[in-house]
């Protein structure tokens, strides 16, 4: 995979590049996806998991202006790239990465899902 920087991301993705970051442990529910691109109104649900046994340290790339971002991060980029127009349910996030993602789409193969495939197909 070719290397992608924080600063080469659109604004909304860098926003939920830094939302995962700050998290650090935790998840994100019900993200609006509009033209491939992470919507914040209405705002997601943001659930943290804190370990109340140790100190968990920050993404050290929460004091960086501009870095590469992880693979992880560069996979959620395509999806949300494949669902264009939708909701991520819940993106799972673990040391400040997004590990997994789970999307609500229409069924393929029904007459709604085949006529916008070929809309975008024009």
């Given amino acids: 995979m ?47 998991d804190v370990k109340l046994d140790s100190d968990e340290g920050l993404r050290p790339e929460l004091a960086l202006a501009d870095f590469v971002v992880s693979d992880e991060v560069l996979r959620l980029m395509r999806q949300l790239d494949e669902l264009e127009f939708g909701t991520v349910r819940r993106v799972e996030v673990r040391a400040g990465i997004p590990r997994r993602i789970v999307l609500e789409s229409q069924v393929l193969g029904t007459p709604e899902a085949r006529s916008r495939q070929a809309g975008r197909s024009k």
């Fill in 2 to 48: 070719s290397q992608v920087r924080f600063s080469q991301v659109s604004q909304p993705r860098q926003a939920l590049i830094r939302l995962c970051q700050a998290i650090n442990h935790g998840r994100i529910e019900d993200l609006k996806v509009e033209g491939s691109e992470p919507i914040f109104d209405p705002l997601p649900l943001i659930l943290r």
